[in-house]
């Protein structure tokens, strides 16, 4: 059963945008910081934004300006804008939710949604 439930993300034009949306499907979790993360083939997995669960955000330098991530705390979903999409953002994206459960700190990933992006 998916604990991170991914949505979003698909093939578009450079220039274009999509959303990419995350859902933790568990229950009894308080999330920290949720994000989004990317791994490119035969690349290192890289931090594409963070949000903690009191608003603050964090961004790759490469993203600033273009995306935006935003969350709801209650229903402890996140959200990924993603505008001006160049052809090397393309990659698959990961869902990353940070927090407690059940008095014990937690880390859960997603199984990643493909974002392809063509010049």
């Known amino acids: 059963q998916a604990q991170l439930v991914e949505s979003g993300g698909g093939s578009v034009q450079a220039g274009g945008s999509l959303r990419l949306s995350c859902a933790v499907s568990?229950?009894?979790?308080?999330?920290?910081?949720m994000g989004w993360y990317r791994q490119a083939p035969g690349k290192q997995r890289d931090l594409v934004a963070t949000?903690?669960?009191?608003?603050?955000?964090n961004y790759a330098d490469s993203v600033k300006g273009r995306f935006t991530i935003s969350a709801d705390n209650a229903q402890n979903t996140v959200s990924l804008q993603m505008n001006s999409l160049k052809p090397e953002d393309s990659a698959v994206y990961l869902c990353?939710?940070?927090?407690?459960?059940?008095?014990?700190?937690?880390?859960?990933w997603g199984q990643g949604t493909q974002v392809f992006v063509s010049s």
């Open positions: 949000i903690s669960s009191g608003g603050s955000t």
């Open positions: 990353n939710a940070q927090g407690n459960r059940y008095g014990a700190a937690r880390n859960y």
């Open positions: 568990l229950s009894a979790f308080s999330f920290n910081t």
